[in-house]
């Protein structure tokens, strides 16, 4: 069965602090995604990477960064918290010959 | 970008046919997406169609496309309390890996 975790299900962080978000697929899927969803918004793309160490833009990269070190694993940073970065992250997956993405619980945010 | 189009709330009763709607934006998309997000939880893919049909049925669930209007839909029959949740349509965007997701449908079914 397929499978995408996240680290944390509940996440409380202060203003400034350095986070980290964990996502991680059982599937050997070359892509993955990172996505946050906000009420009235939807889901909007942050980043996204097709391979080992590659990634690339989203729709709102900004505040965040990504890193890829092995194919499994997919990191989302936020460098320096801010409370506009409260949300409900969630991490997703695909094959490169498919489109279809599955998604992991999702890590819900909280920045004081 | 352009936006999917959806409808925010639909509200049915028990044992009654759903139908959610959704315009999408991009008429070169090859697979069209439905996935369904309970309380709390993570996007379950629930079915998607390929460009080029024009319905698909998986139990309760049809999906409708009309290609010439963008237009994809959702019926669940029989809908259950267990269905109320947040449905997503979602396109493949023209280029790259990424799909294109309208803002949701929030399904309420009341007994």
């Known amino acids: 069965d397929v499978k995408v975790t996240q680290s944390s299900r509940y996440l409380v962080k202060r203003t400034g602090e350095k986070v980290f978000l964990e996502c991680v697929q059982d599937?050997?899927?070359?892509?993955m995604f990172w996505y946050r969803q906000d009420p009235g918004l939807g889901l909007r793309l942050i980043y996204f990477?097709?391979?080992?160490?590659?990634?690339e833009k989203g729709d709102i990269p900004e505040g965040y960064s990504v890193s890829r070190e092995k194919k499994e694993r997919f990191s989302l940073i936020l460098e320096s918290a801010s409370t506009n970065q409260t949300s409900m992250y969630l991490c997703?997956?695909?094959?490169?010959?498919?489109?279809?993405?599955?998604f992991g619980p999702g890590t819900r945010l909280t920045v004081t | 970008g352009e936006d999917v189009e959806q409808s925010l709330f639909l509200s049915v009763r028990e044992g009654d046919s759903s139908v959610i709607n959704c315009t999408y934006t991009d008429s070169s998309s090859t697979y069209l997406y439905w996935y369904k997000q309970e309380p709390g939880a993570g996007l379950q893919l629930l079915t998607y169609?390929?460009?080029?049909?024009d319905m698909k049925q998986d139990q309760r669930l049809t999906v409708l496309l009309n290609k010439k209007d963008k237009h994809l839909s959702l019926r669940i029959a029989d809908t259950q309390t267990g269905d109320s949740a947040i449905y997503f349509c979602a396109e493949n965007k023209n280029s790259g890996y990424a799909l294109n997701f309208g803002k949701g449908t929030s399904l309420l079914v009341t007994p």
């Open positions: 599937m050997d899927h070359e892509n």
């Open positions: 169609i390929f460009s080029n049909m």
């Open positions: 990477s097709y391979d080992v160490k590659m990634k």
């Open positions: 997703a997956s695909s094959r490169p010959d498919r489109y279809e993405q599955y």
